[in-house]
């Protein structure tokens, strides 16, 4: 039995478990463990500090009825699985393509997984060609899961601790950032991902601070960041997400609010393919109105990722 399917068979036993179990009673439940201890026991600890790494949340608990108390191990399911979004056919499609044809080139692979665990699954066929490589960097999982989870997350930056309320991630000109509020002014403020100096530190689930419903970004937009002839794009975005859509790209850019909360948004694009990009993030939340080229582009690049 390789590792690999060890790793799994272990994942598996954590997540059925009722109560923790003991390293030995994982011993005898888990297949391809050496029978000595000493062996067994150097092996496990590899395979839970691989199982944290990729995201795993093997907890520590003291096992019912022993004395002196014993560690024992499990994964609870509502730690693990995420919860279901209820995402309908369209977001499931559009899920699937997001995962299908973007990569992002993180060594562990999370982003991805979390992509899966949603429902973005490749095909048996195998994925289409990738359109997008973006770099990736192992803070990213972290990071995800804190604004998922709604976790504080401290860690150095320019010689000082800092303390955030994690908001979102995004690309731009080549680096990630991190929009945050910085909890010691009070400020929202945004971090260069490759100039976070330590280790990232989480807090608990629903300790960090509610997300702002608009805030204006201070860099450049990738989709301006190109050379192509501009073109003035007009975005609907419905009430669930206008308020986000409009701290993205700036409250000069809306057109026009409408009576249901939806908003349209206005603004100049020379980066057509970065432009794609951010208005599939909005899944079936959000219409390109025009202008009609760029609206066809849009429409024969989406044919093109998913051919009948």
Not at 97 to 114: H, K
Request: aromatic share 6%.
């Amino acid at each position: 039995m390789n590792r690999l399917e060890r790793l799994i068979n272990l994942v598996a036993a954590l997540l059925a478990a009722e109560r923790p179990l003991s390293a030995d009673e994982l011993r005898v439940r888990v297949p391809g463990y050496a029978d000595d201890k000493a062996t067994f026991r150097r092996a496990f600890e590899r395979d839970k500090e691989t199982l944290r790494d990729l995201g795993v949340p093997v907890a520590v608990e003291p096992v019912p009825g022993t004395d002196p108390p014993v560690d024992g191990y499990r994964v609870l399911k509502e730690a693990y699985y995420l919860p279901d979004p209820h995402l309908d056919d369209d977001e499931l499609a559009a899920l699937h393509l997001a995962a299908t044809t973007v990569r992002v080139d993180v060594g562990s692979g999370n982003g991805v997984e979390a992509l899966w665990k949603l429902g973005g699954e490749v095909a048996e066929a195998g994925p289409v060609p990738t359109v997008a490589a973006l770099p990736g960097t192992a803070l990213l999982a972290p990071l995800f899961g804190a604004i998922s989870a709604r976790r504080t997350v401290s860690f150095g930056y320019r010689g000082r601790e800092r303390s955030l309320d994690p908001h979102r991630l995004s690309f731009r000109n080549g680096h990630w950032y991190l929009a945050a509020r910085d909890r010691v002014p009070g400020e929202d403020r945004s971090y260069r991902l490759d100039r976070i100096e330590t280790a990232v530190t989480a807090g608990e689930p629903g300790s960090a601070g509610p997300s702002p419903t608009a805030t204006h970004a201070t860099l450049p937009s990738p989709w301006e960041l190109g050379s192509e002839e501009p073109v003035t794009a007009r975005l609907l975005v419905d009430a669930e997400q206008a308020g986000w859509a409009e701290g993205h790209v700036g409250p000069e850019a809306v057109a026009d609010r409408r009576d249901d909360g939806s908003v349209v948004l206005a603004f100049p694009v020379t980066n057509r393919d970065a432009f794609r990009s951010f208005v599939l993030g909005f899944l079936d939340h959000a219409e390109l109105l025009g202008p009609p080229e760029l609206r066809a582009d849009m429409v024969a690049w989406l044919e093109a990722m998913c051919p009948a």
